[in-house]
T-cell receptor, first 111, second 115 residues
Framework: GQQVMQIPQYQHVQEGEDFTTYCNSS?????IQWYKQRPGGHPVFLIQ?????EVKKQKRLTFQFGEAKKNSSLHITATQTTDVGTYFC???????????FGQGTRLTINP | DAGITQSPRHKVTETGTPVTLRCHQT?????MYWYRQDPGHGLRLIHY???????DKGEVSDGYSVSRSKTEDFLLTLESATSSQTSVYFC??????????????FGSGTRLTVV
């Protein structure tokens, strides 16, 4: 079936270091969404990208959608302890009107 | 998010018993979903609904059934609970199936333990 692969599965960084998680699909996506789940919490929608090559920023977070609309990345600059959690990408499958979630990247931070 | 509530928040049940989880929304969204979350597997879709009495299977639907008799309520039933169904269950809602308006809104989750 259609899959959205996300790497790495886990990432541990020192506070202040940068962090990046990557999302890859074997098929072209109509859109890509990113969610954050704090420990013990539920996924919360962060942002959506729709256009080829699109880049969006939210403070220290930068989201990119690849030119071929098959991959995406989330980059956090100068991590803070409040960034701890699991980050999920979710790709919209073209023609299927379906959202497929990646496995998530769990970010832990050493203060 | 205040627009979606799940009940119960926690439940412990015995193997072989039926269990029903409830999801209630006040957003009047058309689409509702049930996911389970397990370590290493992310979010896996169990069933979803695209309207009253309109439901379809997700990728891990075996052992589960759903019902949606009203726009605001989506019930998930484990017909005969097994230990492999111990998980955290999330309900989600959206205006479109691909979430192209404001993404999916998730409930706070139900932690189910089958002993």
């Amino acid at each position: 079936g259609q899959q959205v692969m996300q790497i790495p599965q886990y990432q541990h960084v020192q506070e202040g270091e940068d962090f990046t998680t990557y999302c890859n699909s074997s098929t072209t996506l109509s859109n890509i969404q990113w969610y954050k789940q704090r420990p013990g919490g539920h996924p919360v929608f962060l942002i959506q990208l729709v256009k080829s090559g699109e880049v969006k920023k939210q403070k220290r977070l930068t989201f990119q959608f690849g030119e071929a609309k098959k991959n995406s990345s989330l980059h956090i600059t100068a991590t803070q302890t409040t960034d701890v959690g699991t980050y999920f990408c979710a790709g919209g499958i073209q023609g299927a009107q379906k959202l497929v979630f990646g496995q998530g990247t769990r970010l832990t931070i050493n203060p | 998010d205040a627009g979606i509530t799940q009940s119960p928040r926690h439940k412990v049940t015995e193997t072989g018993t039926p269990v029903t989880l409830r999801c209630h929304q006040t957003e009047n969204h058309r689409y509702m979903y049930w996911y389970r979350q397990d370590p290493g597997h992310g979010l896996r879709l169990i069933h979803y609904s695209y309207g009253v009495k309109d439901t379809d299977k997700g990728e891990v639907s075996d052992g589960y059934s759903v019902s949606r008799s009203k726009t605001e309520d989506f019930l998930l039933t484990l017909e005969s609970a097994t230990s492999s169904q111990t998980s955290v269950y999330f309900c989600a809602i959206s205006e479109t199936m691909s979430g192209t308006v404001d993404g999916y809104t998730f409930g706070s989750g139900t932690r189910l333990t089958v002993v």
